[in-house]
């Protein structure tokens, strides 16, 4: 049962990971938060159901939900961050919080108020049992999809020009731009992946979950944000792990306890960190 749990937990983390990631991008490079992150993975994963129920294999869903939401990311960096950046630094974080109501709003009107369900052949799969252990085709394409996703962002940040790039304007935009970087590329750049990875993790949670409705993109925004305050703001690394013991803390007291307290469990763990370690568990 506990290493059953344990699958669960992991498989859901890697989706938390995926989302926290991409706010720790904007983070890093900017030292600023986006709240509309939790509104474009929202959006990223009804353009995923849109092209599902037009019967597009999953294939092709994923690439075109990444796509769209990472464009969308390009928007909201135009409209929130490069207008306002002599502006106060609450300015940015309050115009995300309404571009996120403006794309919660909006869905709501395109897609309407209520859960829809995922097309059943992208929730169901066949089932393996390895002992004990039980896994679904679904869960194992999850986390297939996450794991390849993080490596590739990895190897993006670490292993390409536009990568090293991003980290020399998290270190220093003013001296990164006199070394003849473009940091509005990069910026732009940043947002574009950070949207990207929140489309598939939109897709993959509402794949995990089956159902889909246009209010839970604040709602898994803020378990993202306790991911990244437990692993680290802006540390990569802090994402993926953060968001790992997320999934497994959260499937654990649900299985165990009771889900009622599951937010009061979670929410408590982040307040503990910003007291007493706001670094994070790799820090910033």
């Not at 679904?138 to 020009?161: C, E, G, N, P």
Request: proline residues 3%; contains cysteine.
């Amino acid at each position: 049962m506990l290493l059953q749990q344990s699958l669960n937990g992991i498989i859901l983390g890697s989706i938390y990971a995926l989302i926290a990631i991409g706010y720790n991008l904007v983070l890093g490079i900017l030292g600023m938060l986006n709240l509309a992150h939790g509104d474009v993975f929202m959006i990223g994963a009804f353009i995923g159901l849109t092209l599902a129920l037009m019967g597009m294999p999953l294939y092709a869903v994923f690439p075109l939900a990444m796509l769209c939401a990472g464009l969308l990311g390009i928007v909201v960096e135009r409209l929130c961050f490069s207008p306002l950046k002599k502006a106060h630094l609450l300015a940015p974080l309050v115009s995300t919080i309404a571009i996120g109501m403006v794309l919660q709003n909006t869905a709501t009107n395109i897609w309407g108020t209520y859960a829809r369900p995922f097309p059943r052949e992208y929730v169901q799969g066949t089932t393996f049992h390895f002992g004990f252990l039980i896994i679904s085709t679904t869960q194992i394409v999850i986390l297939v999809i996450a794991v390849a996703l993080m490596i590739s962002v990895h190897l993006f940040i670490y292993r390409t020009k536009i990568g090293l790039a991003m980290r020399a304007v998290a270190e220093d935009p003013t001296n990164s731009s006199l070394m003849g970087v473009n940091n509005i590329v990069i910026i732009l750049w940043t947002f574009f992946v950070s949207s990207v990875l929140a489309g598939a993790g939109g897709v993959l949670v509402f794949m995990a979950f089956g159902q889909l409705s246009p209010f839970v993109g604040v709602k898994l925004g803020l378990l993202a944000m306790v991911a990244i305050v437990i692993g680290g703001m802006g540390s990569m690394k802090g994402a993926m792990v953060g968001g790992l013991l997320l999934g497994i803390v959260q499937v654990m007291n649900s299985a165990y306890f009771t889900g009622a307290v599951t937010d009061i469990i979670l929410f408590g763990v982040m307040l503990l960190f910003i007291l007493f370690k706001p670094q994070g568990i790799f820090g910033t």
